[in-house]
Nanobody, 117 residues
Framework: VQLQASGGGLVQAGGSLRLSCAAP???????????MGWYRQAPGKQREMVAT???????NYADSVKGRFTISRDNSRKTVALQMNSLQPDDTAVYYC?????????WGQGTLVTVSS
């Protein structure tokens, strides 16, 4: 299952970006049964959770992004989005979309976010 993430780019500190992730055709009919999430990996660091949203739309955020980032899902469009505001240079990373159900976990190819100071 290959998720398609998009929306990354170069932005100045204080700016905003919106990432989007589309579910592949293989899971579109059951997209609403997957917990979705965004993770990121900065150069030289381990991948970390940024935000998650469950099938019942419960959300969870990393402390570092609370109040700045918002995760949402659109089950009709089979997409999950991450609205990122007040971006800081420490937010620079490759952002990955994730889909989880039962014991399975699928990842996308990642989209690069670069925040300049």
């Amino acid at each position: 299952v290959q998720l398609q993430a998009s929306g990354g780019g170069l932005v100045q500190a204080g700016g905003s970006l919106r990432l989007s992730c589309a579910a592949p055709r293989a899971i579109t009919s059951v997209f609403n049964t997957y917990d979705m999430g965004w993770y990121r990996q900065a150069p030289g660091k381990q991948r970390e959770m940024v935000a998650t949203i469950t099938t019942s739309r419960n959300t969870n955020y990393a402390d570092s992004v609370k109040g700045r980032f918002t995760i949402s899902r659109d089950n009709s469009r089979k997409t999950v989005a991450l609205q990122m505001n007040s971006l800081q240079p420490d937010d620079t990373a490759v952002y990955y979309c994730n889909a989880k159900r039962d014991l399975t976990s699928s990842w996308g190819q990642g989209t690069l976010v670069t925040v300049s100071s």
